[in-house]
């Protein structure tokens, strides 16, 4: 596991010893770990008499990117729902980071606390041009009262250009979002994302409907944001995932199925049974 | 003024903008030059009867305009600013009222007639203030904010949505309807308020008092306009829209809907109180059926005729209506309401954005 230090005290850790840092955190809350990201615990999510998500477990190390596959009606998007609060949990508990209960905050507080939510069906704003979906995005005060007078500044500006660049829509940034094709809107709002500076992103099925190109661009990109910010990528694209995933995480009936590298994960037998060899 | 020199160049940038300001000026240097200074014999001379027409169009114009910042931006459709319209009339008409003084058919220095002759002994409560112009003018924007905030508060954070809140907005519509047409409100029942006299000491019938007031309602427009303008140009105008067109997105980007919703909401409520409190003065009389749901759908209409999302064609919407309006209740009045629910099917199978979309390329269009 990498060093368990907490991010942004770093230079206070180092006088501090390891037993004290780990009573501390047991002392904020004993059911999260130390130096996670993200800490679901046995979450349950019920609608009507069908469980959505049953006892779900799991969490997400700092500048990991973690693949969920799963078949239809496994959980995955009610699981991204929960963690971004658009559904409450019957149960369980969801931290993010040391500090931050998910479950007490609503979905812009969640938004600002720094988690991005990328929709399996590209949501982009398609009346503002390019430019302008991620100034909206931009990490900054989303007040009505700020917005109403806000001008960009030059630091903003150049993240602006920054992410064009990642983003390779660099000429495009004038265009008119609803011009982009299909793949450039997935991009789009990925960059979105990453001007939300998040330091988790959710990715729902990133590279549906791509062209062989665009996916192993769509690849190259979540493997660069990796590090810098933690990932959980949706995918039903089995090679897509290979490509990208160390991790990968197998959910079936909203529970954890199968965790590991791709070969072990698909050559689990039940998961061959309720998944791949479907 | 930081927020005056960005807003400023963007609005003149926008030529229909310019177009719609320059023409709203000259109405408001012609008409009363061709109304007080050029002779009655002369053919260019211009009734009273027609300023106060055109007085009352410019009132609809800021309504229109102010359903259309609402509707048209934030795809909210309230079916109730014709009552916020009416509540600010109200609000006006109450100072009008106490106005008049001895000189009402009973000569009772304080009470209005209506209370003489429902014999009520004093004043009530919700009365005081209003006999000073500035607490009616206070009231005229804070009665419908008042309303505006708690409504919308409710409904936006309960994510009260699309048809739904407009149900909603027609009840509390038609609950307002019903209150004040009972006597014992306090608000003159079914008759409402008229035989105003003056207004801050100018006689209201006078040539001069309704051009005046024809002037003030014409620089209320441009100014409710510019406000739209800058709000819709702002960052927040484009949050607004994103709201509109991708509500969750919009949430999931940090931006708290509901509020961006109530503000909006507020403004454009008080811009129709505002309308209202001009509109009363110039027609002379208020009464509940200004609060008949009916009303508020007419709005509605004229915003989709003139083209919802570019406020000068709501504005213009309004007033071509109602001219129409006009012009079919004098000369064919049972054909009226047909031509209204004709005109409005028309527009929306032929002209889906409006009167403004004839001259507006779809980039353009927002």
């Given at each position: 596991?990498?060093?368990?230090?907490?991010?942004?005290?770093?230079?206070?850790?180092?006088?501090?010893?390891?037993?004290?840092?780990?009573?501390?955190?047991?002392?904020?809350?004993?059911?999260?770990?130390?130096?996670?990201?993200?800490?679901?615990?046995?979450?349950?999510?019920?609608?009507?008499?069908?469980?959505?998500?049953?006892?779900?477990?799991?969490?997400?190390?700092?500048?990991?990117?973690?693949?969920?596959?799963?078949?239809?009606?496994?959980?995955?998007?009610?699981?991204?729902?929960?963690?971004?609060?658009?559904?409450?949990?019957?149960?369980?508990?969801?931290?993010?980071?040391?500090t931050v209960n998910l479950l007490?905050?609503?979905?812009?507080?969640?938004?600002?606390?720094?988690?991005?939510?990328?929709?399996?069906?590209?949501?982009?704003?398609?009346?503002?041009?390019?430019?302008?979906?991620?100034e909206l995005a931009l990490a900054d005060n989303k007040s009505i009262w700020h917005t109403m007078v806000a001008r960009l500044t030059p630091i903003q500006r150049e993240r602006i250009d920054e992410v064009l660049q990642i983003i390779s829509l660099g000429a495009k940034r004038t265009a008119r979002a609803g011009a982009l094709s299909h793949g450039q809107k997935q991009w789009l709002e990925i960059g979105m994302l990453l001007m939300q500076e998040p330091a988790l992103l959710l990715v729902d099925e990133p590279v549906a409907g791509m062209t062989p190109q665009e996916t192993e661009r769509t690849g190259e990109l979540l493997l660069s944001l990796a590090g810098k910010h933690s990932l959980i990528v949706v995918e039903h694209d089995m090679d897509f995932v290979r490509s990208i995933a160390k991790r990968v995480?197998?959910?079936?009936?909203?529970?954890?199925?199968?965790?590991?590298?791709m070969d072990s994960v698909q050559n689990d037998p039940r998961v061959i049974e309720v998944y791949l060899g479907a | 003024m930081k927020i005056g020199r960005q807003a400023l160049p963007l609005l003149f940038k926008d030529r229909a903008s310019c177009g719609f300001l320059a023409l709203l000026t000259g109405v408001a240097l012609v008409v009363p030059i061709l109304n007080v200074a050029v002779p009655e014999s002369s053919p260019l001379h211009l009734s009273s009867y027609v300023v106060g027409l055109i007085g009352k169009y410019l009132c609809y114009a800021i309504l229109a305009t102010a359903v259309d910042l609402i509707w048209g931006f934030c795809g909210i459709l309230s079916l109730c600013h014709a009552a916020f319209f009416a509540l600010g009339g109200y609000a006006i008409g109450m100072y009008l009222m106490r106005q008049i003084g001895t000189r009402g058919v009973y000569g009772h220095p304080v009470l209005p007639d209506f209370m003489v002759f429902l014999n009520w002994d004093a004043l009530p409560w919700f009365w005081y203030g209003f006999d000073r112009f500035w607490f009616a003018l206070a009231m005229v924007a804070l009665v419908p904010a008042a309303l505006a905030f708690v409504f919308g508060?409710?409904?936006?954070?309960?994510?009260?949505?699309?048809?739904?809140?407009?149900?909603?907005?027609?009840?509390?519509?038609?609950?307002?309807?019903?209150?004040?047409?009972?006597?014992?409100?306090?608000?003159?029942?079914?008759?409402?308020?008229?035989?105003?006299?003056?207004?801050?000491g100018f006689d209201l019938q006078s040539d001069g008092t309704r051009s005046a007031l024809l002037v003030v309602t014409a620089a209320t427009l441009a100014a409710s306009y510019g406000a739209c303008r800058m709000i819709v140009g702002s960052r927040a105008g484009r949050v607004i829209r994103s709201i509109r067109d991708a509500e969750s997105r919009t949430r999931f980007?940090?931006?708290?809907?509901?509020?961006?919703?109530?503000?909006?909401?507020?403004?454009?409520?008080?811009?129709?109180?505002?309308?209202?409190?001009?509109?009363?003065?110039?027609?002379?009389?208020?009464?509940?059926?200004?609060?008949?749901?009916?009303?508020?759908?007419?709005v509605v209409i004229w915003v989709a005729v003139g083209g919802r999302g570019t406020l000068f064609g709501a504005a213009a919407g309004a007033i071509l209506v109602n001219y129409l309006k006009t012009y079919l209740t004098a000369a064919f009045p049972e054909l009226w309401l047909y031509a209204l629910g004709a005109i409005f099917i028309g527009v929306t199978i032929f002209l889906p954005r409006g009167l403004a979309g004839l001259w507006r390329s779809p980039s353009q269009v927002e």
């Open positions: 596991m990498t060093p368990l230090l907490p991010r942004t005290r770093g230079a206070q850790a180092t006088q501090t010893s390891w037993r004290e840092m780990r009573e501390a955190a047991a002392r904020r809350k004993p059911s999260v770990l130390l130096g996670k990201v993200l800490h679901l615990d046995k979450l349950t999510v019920s609608f009507d008499q069908f469980k959505a998500l049953d006892r779900l477990t799991l969490y997400v190390d700092p500048g990991e990117l973690l693949c969920i596959i799963g078949p239809n009606g496994a959980g995955k998007t009610t699981m991204m729902d929960v963690i971004t609060g658009r559904t409450r949990p019957d149960e369980g508990s969801a931290w993010f980071g040391k007490a905050l609503t979905e812009a507080e969640i938004a600002q606390a720094g988690i991005g939510r990328k929709f399996q069906k590209p949501t982009v704003f398609e009346f503002l041009s390019v430019f302008e979906n991620l995480t197998v959910l079936c009936e909203g529970r954890v199925l199968a965790e590991g590298d | 508060w409710l409904a936006f954070r309960s994510r009260v949505t699309g048809v739904y809140f407009s149900i909603m907005s027609q009840a509390l519509s038609y609950a307002l309807l019903l209150a004040f047409f009972r006597n014992d409100m306090g608000f003159g029942g079914n008759n409402g308020f008229t035989d105003f006299k003056d207004l801050l980007l940090g931006y708290s809907v509901e509020s961006y919703k109530l503000w909006l909401f507020v403004f454009s409520a008080v811009m129709a109180g505002v309308a209202g409190a001009l509109y009363v003065p110039q027609v002379g009389i208020i009464n509940p059926s200004e609060f008949e749901p009916i009303k508020s759908i007419e």
